[in-house]
């Protein structure tokens, strides 16, 4: 039984007894559910796949990441810490007030070497042209990548704008200006 939700509002996580209640405010959907007791937001998103591969998907059903496929003409092997911009034949648009972070895909880190150089790396809600991955190789051996590849995930987020507010100093804290390392190693 859909109904309209005021956005910021509170809904509470004890939901009726049906498995799922979706709630709809613009384009943005949130799914309760009482069975496993989760929220997930949805948000509609227009995509371009000029790629020949299927969009990005979610391979489990709590995936942050979307997996991305490399869009190529030709394989590209990438020798040790060479780096490449790799198309993805996807552009988005993006509702305002969201972002997509390009991700490295951890079983590439692990097995492979293979990272992303800016991760996060950002596409803002007004970019419309092709998503490209830099991809980098961190190992000692060459990879390659070939057309239809899963490179990296892209995760869709929303974000804040801030209103800076000068000031002579800042509030005091336990941490204070302790930086990298402060607590100790172990």
């Known amino acids: 039984m859909p ?33 496993n007791n989760w929220i997930m937001d949805r948000i509609k998103v227009k995509i371009v ?7 990005p998907t979610y391979e489990t059903p709590s995936s942050a990441g979307m997996d991305v496929r490399a869009s190529l003409k030709e394989p590209v ?18 509702p305002h007030g969201y972002e997509c972070q390009m991700r490295p895909r951890s079983g590439l880190a692990l097995k492979h070497g293979i990272s992303l150089v800016n991760t996060p790396g950002t596409v803002d809600a007004d970019y419309r ?8 190789n961190l190992s000692n051996e060459p990879f ?24 002579e100093r800042l509030d005091e804290t336990v941490r204070g200006k302790g930086a990298f390392g402060h607590t100790g190693v172990d």
């Open 77 to 94: 092997t990438l020798g040790p810490l060479e780096r490449a911009l790799i198309p993805t034949g996807l552009s988005i648009q993006l």
């Open 49 to 55: 796949n000029r790629s020949g591969h299927q969009l």
């Open 144 to 167: 390659t990548i070939n057309d239809g590849e899963r490179i990296c995930q892209m995760v869709i987020t929303n974000y804040t704008h801030v209103e800076w507010e000068e000031a």
């Open 3 to 35: 109904f309209n939700v005021e956005r910021g509002s509170a809904v509470p996580l004890s939901m009726p007894t049906e498995a799922a209640l979706k709630l709809t405010s613009a384009a943005r959907e949130t799914f309760f559910t009482t069975d």
């Open 129 to 136: 042209g092709e998503i490209g991955a830099i991809v980098i």
